[in-house]
C-alpha cells in the first residue's frame, strides 16, 4: 500500500500516512500499564487527527504542540502566580531567617504565620508544574511512536519496492532524520532504528518488523536506495582524541550539502536560542527590587549554581536536538517559543493585576 495524503478512521485504528496503527489488546485494561499505553494512544491518534487535516508531520507536531499547551495554560498560569506570589514574600521571609537564625523552630513557626498572613502557599507554584509533566510526558511519547511507526513502515515499503514518500518540513528534507548538514536524507544503515523498541499497541513496532527491517538495512537494495538519496556524497573524517576515535561525516560538495544533506543545524540553533531566551525572560530578577533580590540570592545555594544551569539548558537544547530527529526538535523549539508567549501575556496580566490592587490599597489608605 502507498502513502497516503490523509488518515481514514476505522473501528480497528487509524491509517497513519496510509497504513493501518491497529490496536490489538484493549489498552484500557490489564493494570497501569495498560492503562498508560490507552493514554499515549489517544495522543498518538489525535496526532494522527491532525496530520490528516494539515498532511504535514511537522506542522502537526507544531499544532499538535500549541494545543496541548493551550489546555495546560490553567495550571501554567496558577504555577507562575504561585511563584510570584513567593518571590513577593521573600524579603520578609529573609528578615524572618536573619531574627531567628538561631531558633528553627521558631523560624517554622512564623515562616507559616506569614504565608497564611500573606495568603501564599510554597507548593501553589510547584504542585500545578507537577501536574503538567505527565501530560506532556504522554505527549512525546505518542508522538516518538507515531514518528516510528513512520519511519519502520517507510523501510518495510521500501523492502517492497515503494520508493519512500519523505516527510518533508520548510528546508527540512526529511524531519524523521536530524536537521543537520551532517545527515542524509534516509537512514544510515548502522544508526537507523538504535532507539526504536516494541509497541505492544502497535501493529507496527513488532519484533518481526524491526527485525525485518533490520536485517533490510543491510542489504543492497537498500543501498542502491539510500545512493540516490545521495548517501554516496559524504565523506568520513576520522577524530582521534585520547579516549575515543568519533567520525565526523560531511558533504563531500557544496552541491551535496544544498541537494543531499538533509538539514542546515538551524533546528538546534534555534532551538538553544528559545531556551536561553526563555530562562532570561523567566527570570524575574530585572524586576526585583534590591531586597528581594537578596532574598533570592540567600535562596539559591550559590551564583555560580545559577549561571551553570543558565548556559546548561541551552546548551543542552543544541545537544539533543542534533542527535534527535527534527520532528523531536520541531517539538522542542515550539515548546520553548510558546513557553515565551505564555510568559510575556501572563506577566503583562500579573502587572496589571498588581497594579490594580497597589491603586485600591493607595485608595484605600487615604479614606
Known amino acids: 500500500m502507498g502513502v497516503r495524503s490523509r488518515p481514514e478512521c476505522g473501528n480497528c485504528g487509524r491509517l497513519l500516512f496510509g497504513f493501518k ?26 496526532l494522527r487527527w491532525i496530520y490528516g487535516w494539515v498532511g504535514s508531520y511537522g506542522w502537526s507536531v507544531v499544532i499538535f504542540t500549541f494545543m496541548i499547551r493551550l489546555v495546560i ?7 507562575r502566580k504561585g511563584m510570584r506570589s513567593m518571590t513577593k514574600v ?12 538561631n531558633d528553627k523552630e521558631k523560624l517554622n513557626q512564623k515562616t507559616m504565620e506569614l504565608y497564611k498572613k500573606e495568603g ?19 505527549m512525546f511519547t505518542a508522538m516518538r511512536v507515531v514518528a516510528n511507526e513512520y519511519t519502520v513502515q517507510m523501510l518495510l515499503d521500501m523492502q517492497n519496492g515503494i520508493m519512500p514518500n519523505l516527510q518533508g518540513w520548510l528546508w527540512i528534507k526529511n524531519v524523521f532524520q536530524p536537521d543537520s548538514f551532517m545527515a542524509t536524507i534516509l537512514p544510515a544503515a548502522g544508526s537507523a532504528l538504535p532507539t526504536i523498541q516494541t509497541v505492544g499497541y502497535s501493529s507496527i513496532l513488532t519484533a518481526e518488523n524491526l527485525e525485518t527491517v533490520r536485517a533490510f538495512l543491510q542489504t543492497e537494495q537498500y543501498a542502491a536506495i539510500a545512493a540516490q538519496y545521495g548517501a554516496n556524497a559524504f565523506m568520513q573524517i576520522p577524530l582521534n582524541f585520547i579516549f575515543i576515535a568519533p567520525t565526523l561525516t560531511l558533504p563531500n560538495s557544496f552541491y551535496a550539502l544544498t541537494h543531499y544533506a538533509n ?38 545555594t550559590n551564583a555560580m549554581n545559577s549561571n551553570f544551569m543558565k548556559w546548561f539548558f541551552p546548551l543542552f537544547s543544541v545537544w539533543i536536538c542534533a542527535t534527535s530527529n527534527s520532528a523531536f526538535s520541531i517539538y522542542w523549539m515550539a515548546v520553548n517559543i510558546i513557553s515565551i508567549g505564555e510568559t510575556v501575556v501572563l506577566n ?16 484605600d489608605s487615604h479614606k
Open 21 to 46: 496503527a491497529r490496536i490489538r489488546p484493549n489498552p484500557w485494561t490489564g493494570g497501569a500499564s495498560h492503562m498508560f499505553d490507552g493514554i499515549n494512544l489517544f495522543f498518538a491518534n489525535a
Open 73 to 79: 495554560l490553567p495550571l501554567t498560569a496558577k504555577s
Open 90 to 101: 521573600q524579603p520578609k521571609m529573609a528578615e524572618l531567617q536573619k531574627k531567628y537564625a
Open 120 to 138: 501564599v502557599s510554597p507548593m501553589a507554584g510547584c504542585l500545578p508544574m507537577l501536574l503538567q509533566w505527565p501530560i506532556l510526558i504522554f
Open 263 to 300: 538539514g542546515l543545524f538551524l533546528l538546534p540553533l534555534l532551538a538553544g536560542l528559545s531556551q536561553f531566551l526563555m530562562t532570561k525572560i523567566m527570570n524575574p530578577e530585572q524586576k526585583m527590587t534590591e531586597a528581594e533580590k537578596i532574598a533570592k540570592q540567600q535562596q539559591e
Open 348 to 363: 503583562k496580566i500579573f502587572d496589571a493585576q498588581d497594579a490594580r490592587q497597589s491603586a485600591k490599597a493607595a485608595m
